[in-house]
């Protein structure tokens, strides 16, 4: 019997059964979820949260067991999809009052942070005579939104299927350190929440980090990190028509036809953040207690999602090739989170 098929069975997964192989996984990453609950109860890991302790067991499971494959469909559901329907639902916290003036500010700040992050990410890299795919690949998941960003810009680049999931995984790892250092380092900090949540915002690499780091500057903080990561989200678009436009003026027989997906939960955030803040309550009644409700399986999507994050970073993964690369990413996103530390 294959090892496939025996990790099959110790799911009880049959391979015909690709639904129940789907439920299995979004359920995975809910138990891991869980296990970071209990495992934040414990003082010392109180002080860092629900969030930060469920990533952290997903990456060490996924270094010491891995996970059978027939189950990554779930557990990728549960990093982007459910990930996606918790930043909508977490539009109902944002005040609008309380950020509306910023929000542009933010959007020049997040084009600021993206050049940065691009042009040191690349410029160090020849520095260091690091692969220049994979490092631009960095600096564009650093600048913008992580592996999202990877994804997009990769087929416009023609980059090899191993430099994206090279990038992807330090992307994720980096990320993940980032996040859980600015939980430890917040109550040291003399930021207000909403400042700590520009920065935030601004700084860090997957919206899934934002959300991590963000939390512990309570609603109105991580509603304005929310804000100022989903500007940059948003300008990935016409960041991908940059590129394209560059591509075909460097190489005029070049014809890429790749679609770039238009950041629709960021409308649903702006959405419902309008109705939160200007009909739930004011004009349609809204007890706090389904507000309350909401909130509680928001955090539990966003906890599930950081699971399905940390199930997709693999240390194995970073060999040789990334080490220069790596670096270069890592002294970009040290310097952004200083200098954008300055100005928010």
């Known amino acids: 019997m294959s090892t496939y098929q025996n990790k099959l069975n110790r ?92 929000g542009l500010w933010l959007l020049v700040r997040d084009i600021g942070v993206i050049t940065f992050a691009i042009l040191m990410t690349i410029w160090l890299a020849k520095r260091f005579k690091a692969d220049q795919t994979i490092s631009l690949l960095l600096g564009v998941g650093t600048g913008v939104c992580g592996a999202a960003a990877i994804a997009a810009i990769a087929p416009i680049i023609k ?111 702006i959405s419902l953040s309008i109705l939160g803040s200007y009909v739930f309550g004011p004009v349609i009644p809204f007890p706090d207690a389904l507000r309350d409700f909401v909130s509680t399986w928001t955090t539990w999507l966003l906890a599930a999602a950081m699971v399905g994050l940390g199930l997709n970073v693999s240390l194995r993964d970073l060999r040789e090739r990334a080490l220069l690369p790596l670096a270069a990413m890592t002294i970009t996103s040290i310097l952004l989170s200083i200098l954008t530390y300055f100005i928010v």
């Open 11 to 102: 799911f009880n997964l049959p391979p015909s059964s690709p639904e129940i192989a789907w439920l299995g996984g979004v359920a995975f990453t809910f138990l891991l979820a869980f296990v970071g609950y209990l495992l934040a109860q414990v003082p010392g890991f109180d002080q860092i949260g629900q969030l930060a302790c469920a990533i952290i067991i997903a990456v060490f499971y996924r270094q010491i067991f891995s996970y059978p494959s027939a189950i990554r469909s779930g557990i990728t559901f549960s990093s982007k999809r459910l990930l996606r329907v918790a930043i909508i639902l977490y539009g109902l916290k944002l005040n609008i009052d309380t950020v509306l003036s910023d």
């Open 159 to 269: 980059a090899k299927d191993e430099d994206t999931a090279i990038g992807v995984g330090i992307i994720a790892l980096m990320g993940t350190i980032f996040a859980i250092s600015y939980t430890i380092i917040r109550p040291f900090l003399p930021l207000d929440d909403i400042e700590y949540g520009m920065w935030v915002g601004i700084s860090l690499h997957e919206i899934a980090h934002v959300a991590l780091a963000g939390a512990p500057a309570g609603e109105d903080g991580l509603a304005v990190a929310l804000l100022g990561k989903l500007g940059r989200v948003f300008l990935l678009v016409p960041l991908c028509f940059i590129f394209i436009f560059m591509m075909k003026r460097k190489n005029k027989d070049l014809k890429t036809t790749a679609k770039v997906e238009f950041p629709w939960f960021l409308l649903g955030f």
